[in-house]
């Protein structure tokens, strides 16, 4: 294995709160996928979830070093995660090539909400020398 790139990232979720309430579906849609939508307001309380979700795509963004740059969208960066499954970070689109281009093959993903607070952290790995 080979470390390509780590990223954390915090999310306050009362912020986060607020800007679903302001914006609700027009920022939803814009930031996150239908899947992801879907999961979070599965939960009780689905914003920690999209707090959580949004700080990973900072990380993502850290992980690269792309930042939302070079043709990356939000919607290309996607935590998924099944039924007793640890979440899983998948890219699409501009976002993928950029990841394929620096020699990224997998990405692992951690996150925690707690206290106001969201945090992930995202690993890229590749194989080989970069």
């Known amino acids: 294995m080979d470390v390509r790139g780590i990223g954390i990232d915090l999310a306050l979720i009362p912020r986060l709160r607020q800007m679903v309430e302001r914006w609700d579906e027009r920022f939803l ?12 307001r599965r939960r009780r309380d689905p914003i920690p979830h999209l707090a ?5 795509k900072e990380a993502t ?3 690269l070093g792309t930042g939302l740059a070079m043709g990356v ?4 960066m996607e935590v998924r995660r099944g039924r007793g499954q640890p979440p899983r970070l998948s890219l699409s689109g501009r976002t993928a ?5 620096r020699g990224v093959r997998r990405l692992h993903v ?4 707690d206290a106001g607070l969201a945090v992930a952290q995202v690993l890229a790995e590749g194989d080989g020398p970069a």
């Not at 969208?73 to 290309?76: D, K």
């Open 29 to 40: 849609l814009r930031v996150f996928t239908e899947e992801e939508i879907a999961y979070c």
């Open 52 to 56: 959580a979700r949004f700080a990973a």
């Open 61 to 63: 963004l850290k992980a």
């Open 73 to 76: 969208r939000w919607r290309e």
């Open 97 to 101: 090539e950029l990841g394929e281009a």
């Open 110 to 113: 951690s996150l925690s909400h």
